[in-house]
């Protein structure tokens, strides 16, 4: 869509587009000659300063999203009350934790290096400070060299026999002493500024940490329970700055002359009557056009003859089951225009491909109600409510293929078939329809926990059943699956191995004809396009 009218109506155009939430526009380059990018209205600035400071706010608070959708208006007249005050508030608080921090890691160090001097039981002022004494204050690794070292002068050692020393030499015997204390593995310790005696010192130091310490924890108090006063509010408010911001700077967006203005974007034709009548009133110039692809048209040709079209951005159509997966799609990247979405495919073959692999009832359970968990606490954050759906999905399909395994918290309860007795005389446990079973129970693993073993009952004939379906290619599908056990023991690990292998051929053979169908209709994106392309890059795969 292509929009024109006078420029003094670019403000109202504007916010008839924000309004309609339909257009998307396209970021005017500078490159037409007579035209400029637009000015941003006159309160963006002031709007910018008051997002500025709910984004620091946002990020120094425990803010979480209301249980329910607020009005934008509701919003609005907060932010013109008490709110920013509010905001100012948590932002000095925020700071004073800081400075209150910064503090306690310089009390901390000061506490450290007293710590190390207190045992030597000198005043603090004494260890160092002397015209014709040269003091080493520090730790040694040889205590014996140490006071060999120290024989023309004095040494105090802690009273920890830890290796702190003190040394105190005539500068005339310090440059022969440096290189011996050396020698003894001496590592000088930093003497802090100060004087007095060391212990009364460090409690003063650990008491004025202590002091900033509830001080810093009244200020996180307070700071918190402005979150649970404020904190949804803010969550909402900067929702409603951040939109407000990007309309009265979409000016910047814009290509506008000495008197009028030029708007491009995109929209869906089905809103397009909807947008042209809206724009009615400020545009004199509508033109909406249908896109059509071109064949090949899509990604970045590299052939002189060749020419990229423009494409249009890509939204997902309107879904409900399957829109959780559109979380893996947004994460390996959304298909190009004309491309076959694959997320309704992904509904199917993810659960399944996942229940599978995991198959188990309490892995499934677990999964379901942390799945339900996110859901619940999502509130007015879809990204949460789909990532709950999302598990919700895999959670249910590990629990079904966890019914059909047979298998709870890593065991394994149903009875298996012993496939070497086959008549009722020769089997040792159980005769049923066919089939001598030996329950779980019984088997060389150990017994099974009652908490597990009671679930045979959630089965038919508590277990002791066995429906078989012969597929192609010498694949099975029996009930119970039993799949961590050989087929020439009654189990069916051979036939699983079967089952993902022809699965995963069919899922490839799935993604390749739908790749072969793209490049056919759309090109590769790098220029080449049809039958003999789409042969070559997918057909041949298939083959």
Same mark, same amino acid.
């Given at each position: ?78 932010? /013109? ?80 026999? /830890? ?55 009244? &200020? ?193 309860? &149903? ?42 009952? &959630? ?83 298939? &083959?």
């Amino acid at each position: 869509m292509i929009a024109a009218g006078s420029k003094e109506d670019l403000g109202k155009a504007i916010d008839v587009l924000a309004s309609l939430e339909a257009l998307h526009i396209v970021d005017y380059d500078d490159s037409e000659e007579g035209f400029s990018m637009g000015i941003p209205a006159g309160r963006s600035e002031e709007v910018g300063r008051d997002l500025v400071k709910a984004r620091a706010a946002r990020s120094v608070v425990n803010a979480s999203p209301p249980s329910k959708p607020l009005t934008a208006d509701e919003i609005r007249r907060k932010l /013109d009350g008490s709110l920013q005050s509010e905001i100012e508030k948590a932002l000095e608080l925020s700071s004073k934790i800081s400075d209150l921090d910064a503090e306690i890691g310089l009390l901390e160090e000061q506490e450290d290096s007293l710590a190390e001097l207190e045992p030597l039981g000198v005043d603090l002022d004494l260890l160092s400070g002397y015209d014709s004494i040269t003091s080493y204050v520090g730790r040694v690794d040889n205590l014996s060299a140490a006071r060999e070292v120290s024989l023309p002068g004095i040494m105090i050692e802690s009273r920890k026999q /830890d290796g702190m020393v003190a040394i105190f030499l005539r500068n005339d015997d310090s440059e022969q002493a440096e290189s011996l204390l050396d020698s003894a593995g001496f590592q000088q310790t930093p003497i802090p500024l100060g004087s007095g005696s060391v212990t009364e010192l460090l409690s003063e130091i650990r008491g004025k940490k202590e002091e900033t310490l509830v001080e810093k924890s009244q &200020l996180e108090s307070k700071l918190d329970s402005w979150s649970e006063s404020y904190g949804e509010t803010l969550v909402c408010g900067l929702e409603v700055l951040e939109r407000d911001h990007e309309i009265l700077t979409a000016p910047v967006r814009v290509a506008v002359s000495e008197h009028a203005f030029v708007v491009d974007g995109w929209l869906e034709m089905r809103r397009a009557e909807e947008v042209e009548s809206a724009l009615s009133d400020c545009c004199l110039h509508i033109e909406i056009t249908a896109f059509e692809m071109e064949a090949g048209g899509g990604g970045h040709g590299h052939s002189d003859h060749h020419h990229a079209q423009q494409m249009p951005p890509i939204a997902y159509q309107e879904r409900n089951s399957s829109r959780p997966m559109e979380l893996l799609t947004d994460a390996v990247g959304r298909p190009a225009y004309g491309r076959i979405d694959p997320t309704v495919f992904m509904l199917i073959s993810y659960p399944l491909f996942f229940g599978m692999m995991l198959g188990d009832m309490a892995y499934g359970l677990a999964t379901i109600a942390l799945g339900s968990l996110l859901i619940m606490r999502s509130g007015t954050n879809e990204m949460v409510m789909l990532g709950g759906k999302f598990l919700t999905y895999i959670g249910f399909a590990t629990l079904v293929f966890g019914y059909i395994y047979g298998e709870f918290a890593g065991f394994e309860f &149903l009875p298996h078939i012993e496939t070497k007795y086959k008549t009722a005389e020769e089997c040792s446990y159980i005769w049923h329809q066919g089939y001598c079973y030996k329950d779980a129970y019984m088997l060389e693993k150990g017994d099974l926990p009652s908490w597990v073993s009671w679930m045979t009952s &959630l089965y038919p004939n508590d277990g002791r059943i066995h429906y078989v379906l012969e597929g192609p290619f010498d694949a099975a599908l029996t009930y119970p699956f039993h799949r961590v056990t050989p087929v020439d023991e009654g189990g069916n690990l051979e036939h699983l191995i079967l089952l993902t292998i022809y699965l995963g051929v069919i899922h490839i053979f799935i993604g390749l004809a739908i790749g072969f169908r793209d490049i056919l209709l759309y090109g590769n994106g790098h220029g080449g396009f049809g039958l003999v392309c789409a042969f070559f890059e997918k057909g041949t795969w298939m &083959l």
